[in-house]
């Protein structure tokens, strides 16, 4: 059974940064393709970025591109969102997720595996 366990949410003001983890179990990852979404109050859920476990290449949404930076750790099996220059529009419930592919897609409900969401809110 996959589990992933998403950490590492607050309060910020705009221009600050915040480190998101995401600790991942059960499964041997190397085929998995991790990604992050995020989901505003009122809102869809949107692809923020994958990363794909096996040689660490990654893909961003354009809206957060020179901002965002994922990456993960082999030994600690943990993912993470080091988001920088935040915005008031990056509020939002941040969720880790899972596809057991070296493929990937941007629609949440593609996705098999999801964690419980971290609360990112930015002030301006």
């Known amino acids: 059974q996959v589990q992933l366990v998403e950490s590492g949410g607050g309060l910020v003001q705009a221009g600050d940064s915040l480190r998101l983890s995401c600790a991942a179990s059960?499964?041997?990852?190397?085929?998995?393709?991790m990604g992050w979404f995020r989901q505003a109050p009122g809102k869809e859920r949107r692809f923020v970025g994958t990363?794909?476990?096996?040689?660490?290449?990654?893909y961003y949404a354009d809206s957060v591109k020179g901002r965002f930076t994922i990456s993960r750790d082999n030994d600690k099996n943990t993912l993470y969102l080091q988001m920088n220059s935040l915005k008031p529009e990056d509020t939002a419930v941040y969720y880790c997720?899972?596809?057991?592919?070296?493929?990937?897609?941007?629609?949440?409900?593609?996705?098999?595996?999801w964690g419980q969401g971290t609360q990112v809110t930015v002030s301006s």
């Open positions: 059960g499964r041997t990852f190397s085929s998995y393709t």
């Open positions: 990363i794909r476990w096996i040689d660490g290449s990654t």
């Open positions: 997720a899972a596809l057991p592919t070296v493929l990937f897609t941007t629609t949440p409900r593609d996705w098999n595996y």
